[in-house]
Structure formats: structure tokens, C-alpha cells
């Protein structure tokens, strides 16, 4: 069974960075795209971007822009995203997923950032 | 448009049958990906593509599509059905990825 487990729960204060990994294990790494998707507390999910891990290639939403960086190491099968010049609405449970062709078939358990003076 | 729209709240009888919709542009072009969310976990994959279920997804949950439309059918809701629902598709440019706002359904 395919897995992807995630980095553990983080607080932050507002301004700083934070980095989530998500480690894939029973499946091929660099086949699939690894998307992130957050969801602020009672809110729905909100796609943030993807990375393909055997290139590198990424593609972030416009909302995210110049904020969030994903990065892979395909030698630990982890990817990473981080995401900077935190804000409180930033507080939210991070996802990964993958998908294998425009479907997100497996998640992972989720990341706790709060942003929090 | 980018977006997808969802009723944000559906309820339907135990044993009844119940279909969830999600509208927007791309899903003229891209089909819609569904996903269920109950408290406290992660979403979970039920339909992609045409009509595929993963494995393990029971057979009365179902998808279909026509023009910008694209449903989930419940043919025989269970209690263990109720959850949050959410659609996914590429975004109209084919770039990026959108999710619609999510239905609550509710079992009666």
C-alpha cells in the first residue's frame, strides 16, 4: 500500500518560514506528481501547487506565488514545501497527494502549521 | 473560469439515492475528480476519470458528467456515507488545479 507520511505538527510566528516533508514509500517516487493542498480550520481545500519529483519541475497557484517553494530528493523519496513570510490565516492542516493522471489517489496524514504570536 | 461550485449542504434518506454536483468551465474539458472528507481525516478518493472507483470504494458511488456539470451519485446512502464531499479538476487554462468549495452530506 502506497504511503505518504508527512512532517509533524508546527507552530510558527507570523513572518517566518516553515517546511513540510512528505515521504513516499511502496511506490515509485519519481512517477508521480506530489500536489499540496491546505485547509484552514472549518474551510475547504485550497490547491496550493505541484512538483513532478523526477524533474523538478513545479507549478504553484497565484495565490502562492513568490511565497511557497517546492522541492523533491528523489535519494529519500521526500518532498518538500515551504512556505514563508507566514500570517496568521496561514494556519491551517497541509496536505500532499499523488497523482498519477490528474487524480489524487493517495494523501498524506496532514501537517499542522499554526502561525501564532 | 477557474472555479468549481458546489451546493455547500445535501441530505438524503438511509437507502435513498442522492447526487452531489459540481459545476465549472474546465469540466467541459477535464473530468472531475471526487473526493470525500470526514472529521478529523484526510481526504479520500472515491471516483476519478470517467467512472473509476478505486479499490475498496463501494459500488453505489458513481460519477457522471455532461457539459460543464459533473455529478456524484450515492445509490443507496449509508450512515458511514456522511461526510464532506469535494470535486477536483484541472483549471480551465490546464495548468493548474481547482477544487470546488465542498458539499456536507447529511444522512437522515
Known amino acids: 500500500q502506497v504511503q505518504l507520511v508527512q512532517s509533524g505538527a508546527e507552530v510558527k510566528q507570523p513572518g517566518a518560514s516553515v517546511m513540510v516533508s512528505c515521504k513516499g514509500s511502496?511506490?515509485?517516487?519519481?512517477?508521480?506528481?506530489i500536489h499540496w493542498v491546505r485547509q484552514a480550520p472549518g474551510q475547504g481545500l485550497e490547491w496550493m501547487g505541484w512538483?513532478?519529483?523526477?524533474?523538478?519541475?513545479?507549478k504553484y497557484a497565484q495565490k502562492f506565488q513568490g511565497r511557497v517553494t517546492m522541492t523533491r530528493d528523489t535519494s529519500i523519496s521526500t518532498a518538500y514545501m515551504e512556505l514563508s513570510r507566514l500570517r496568521s490565516d496561514d494556519t491551517a492542516i497541509y496536505y500532499c497527494a499523488s497523482d498519477p493522471l490528474d487524480y489524487f489517489d493517495y494523501w498524506g496524514q496532514g501537517t499542522l502549521v499554526t502561525v501564532s504570536s | 473560469s477557474s472555479e468549481l461550485t458546489q451546493d455547500p449542504a445535501v441530505s438524503v434518506a438511509l437507502g435513498q439515492t442522492v447526487r452531489i454536483t459540481c459545476q465549472g468551465d474546465s469540466l467541459r474539458t477535464y473530468y472531475a475528480s471526487w473526493y470525500l472528507q470526514k472529521p478529523g481525516q484526510a481526504p479520500l478518493l472515491v471516483i476519478y476519470g470517467k467512472n473509476n472507483r478505486p479499490s475498496g470504494i463501494p459500488d453505489r458511488f458513481s460519477g457522471s458528467s455532461s457539459g460543464n456539470t459533473a455529478s456524484l451519485t450515492i445509490t443507496g446512502a449509508q450512515a458511514e456515507d456522511e461526510a464532506d464531499y469535494y470535486c477536483?479538476?484541472?483549471?480551465?487554462?490546464?495548468?493548474?488545479?481547482?477544487f470546488g468549495g465542498g458539499t456536507k452530506l447529511t444522512v437522515l
Open positions: 477536483n479538476s484541472r483549471d480551465s487554462s490546464g495548468n493548474h488545479v481547482v
Open positions: 512538483i513532478k519529483p523526477n524533474s523538478g519541475d513545479t
Open positions: 511502496r511506490y515509485t517516487f519519481t512517477g508521480y506528481t
